[in-house]
């Protein structure tokens, strides 16, 4: 962690391409999973309103997004 002038502001240097630590792969690996998986799409807008749809769904699964967080081994912190 580096510091910073503000002592609000906490400053990770994360490597170039580190999907482990990036909790929206988590999302992604459950739509896959879930919203699109075995699905062939007619076009592409139908696959963005599956997507959509799917993305929809998470936002009242607070559980399935905590969990995608904690996978990454970070944590949330309060305000």
Request: charged share 25%; net charge positive; proline share 10%.
């Amino acid at each position: 962690m580096a510091r910073s002038d503000r002592d609000w502001l906490n400053v990770f240097q994360l490597p170039p391409y580190a999907p482990d630590l990036n909790p929206v792969e988590g999302i992604w690996s459950v739509l896959r999973r879930t919203t699109t998986a075995n699905r062939a799409f007619a076009d592409p807008n139908d696959l963005i309103t599956a997507v959509r749809r799917g993305l929809r769904q998470l936002q009242y699964r607070p559980d399935v997004l905590d969990g995608c967080l904690t996978g990454t081994g970070l944590r949330r912190q309060p305000p």
